[in-house]
């Protein structure tokens, strides 16, 4: 009866630590999705701050034009 437990304890564990590990490398494809998210926005951010910038200096050549 003990061996059948301690088997069934251990079966448990191994499985416990196959959903950690799964866990743990699904974070890491999260975070990393996340990162080159955040690049692409900051990348975006810039390009449209760029284009803004323009356009401003192309609005203040005409009325002083």
């Excluded at 692409?40 to 910038?53: F, G």
């Amino acid at each position: 009866m003990m061996d059948e437990e301690l088997t069934q304890l251990e079966q448990r564990v191994h499985q416990l630590l196959a959903a950690y590990r799964q866990a743990r490398s699904e974070q890491r494809r999260a975070e990393a999705e996340r990162d080159r998210l955040l690049e692409a926005n900051n990348e975006l951010r810039e390009r449209i701050e760029r284009i803004v910038a323009r356009i401003r200096a192309l609005e203040l050549e005409q009325s002083d034009g």
